[in-house]
């Protein structure tokens, strides 16, 4: 691994959007394109197009930095390489695990050429579906705590509450992780109104998208999952509803003058 | 305007992203490709491709609801219609003025075939640009007191600063609007540490585009304008100093545990 193949190798990190092929970037496109290497959860790099002599690395899900270490490794050594994240790559995705290994290995890998490509992330596709629920000042939010204490998360959501922040919630649930979401809406019930609207955005675009917009009061835990995201309006949000058709959400570009 | 004619028309609101055309998804390019009307402010509408038949409605920047609502009427009258916006239509941006525009508006305008594609907001291609700075969680706030009062600002920004959340600040300056980011710096240096990282993206994806990494000690107010988008770390986002070249910022996946 000499300093020549060093510099000749590359690394980008794209994200492939939340799951409609019209909502990958042209630039995600070209450096998948490009890549000698695709390295990444399994089910994403099967969703890259096939190219003739490219090496695919898929893996399982809870070995990221493992993943970007991989795949630092394969950029010293001269390659092209991709890593492919769902979403945004730089939103709660791989991005930010491709930094700490850069952050926490060996010196030479801070001189490797990396570069992020940004995509869409699910709170945008949510969003859109919706109409403009994140058209004013918004938070994200992951309530997962493998990584962080739940007292950190329940701190973020109170935060939020009092700046009374519209909340997009990532990671609300697994199929092991069923409390947070419910704890989430409890302690939410106390700093918000009850008529504060909540939607479910599940799949979206994908063949199974389904959203459900409800309130505070009703929002029901158990609809959320590993494909779900969450948004709680703020004191401003707004649903418009429809004769034919889903209800349209948004928060107004103005604000502060509500009761 | 009869009830057929109503149904026949549709509106899109697409964005065009922060700037570079491979930024521009595939759905956006092709609602821009599709519509027989172009509605937005003139800048972005001559950002996209000429169309022979296609009517393009270019109009100032500060007329955003009437520019909506001119549209609802060209997709009652049975038009094809596209508003176009920068960024991500849903981040403050054009959307949430077209939901705006139907609330108050007509009833029929509520059975509008209404839709909007999201995009790549500014957030996103600064975050990219810098590493992984929205790797946790974040916020992203205004601090355009044009249309809400400065106090909920401020609220906003104390809010953010206790829940230790990462944030984006859009509209932080304008030719006639200056005091509003140095007044934001002032009121975190008193909720937060001297160290914390503070970035000025400007003009990303332009040949412009300029990236700045100081502290919240050292973030001069005056580097901020209207193409500026600037990120406040939290206490976990890290520097990582580099021989050659920027160096990377970003927010680790895991937090809570700094001192």
Redo the contacts between chains.
């Keep these: 691994m000499s300093a020549a193949n060093s510099a000749s190798g590359s690394l980008r990190v794209v994200g492939l ?1 939340p799951g ?8 995600a496109s ?1 450096i998948l394109a490009e890549a000698t290497d695709l390295v990444g959860y399994a089910p994403y790099v099967e969703r890259c197009p096939q190219r003739a002599g490219q090496v695919r690395h898929g893996s399982d899900n809870r070995v ?1 930095i493992d993943r970007a270490r991989a795949a630092l490794r394969l950029a010293q050594e001269g390659r092209h390489v991709a890593v492919v994240s769902g979403g ?6 791989m ?6 290994a ?2 926490h290995g060996e010196p030479a890998w ?2 490797i050429d ?8 699910a709170m ?2 949510a ?3 919706l ?12 309530l997962s705590d493998n ?3 739940w ?2 998360v329940e ?2 959501l ?3 509450a ?4 519209v909340m997009a919630f990532y990671n609300p649930a697994s199929k092991t992780r069923r409390d947070q979401i419910r704890a989430a809406f409890a302690l939410l019930r106390q700093h918000k109104a009850e008529r504060t609207p909540v939607m479910f955005a599940k799949s979206i675009g994908r063949a199974d998208e389904r959203i459900i917009v409800t309130t505070l009061a009703d929002a029901e835990p158990g609809l959320a999952d590993m494909a779900t995201l969450v948004i709680i309006g703020s004191s401003e949000t ?1 649903v ?6 889903e209800p ?1 959400v ?7 003058r509500a009761p």
Tied chains: 1, 2.
């Design positions: 959007g409609l092929a019209e909502w990958i970037t042209p630039e070209r990221e945004d790559p730089g939103v709660f995705a991005a930010a695990a491709v930094f700490e850069i952050d801070r001189e990396v570069a992020v490509s940004p995509g869409i992330s945008q596709a969003a859109a579906r109409g403009a629920p994140l058209g004013h000042d918004f938070c994200a939010i992951s990584l962080k204490p007292a950190l701190k973020r109170i935060a939020a009092q700046g009374d922040f707004k418009i509803v429809r004769g034919a058709g349209f948004y928060t107004p570009r103005s604000a502060g």
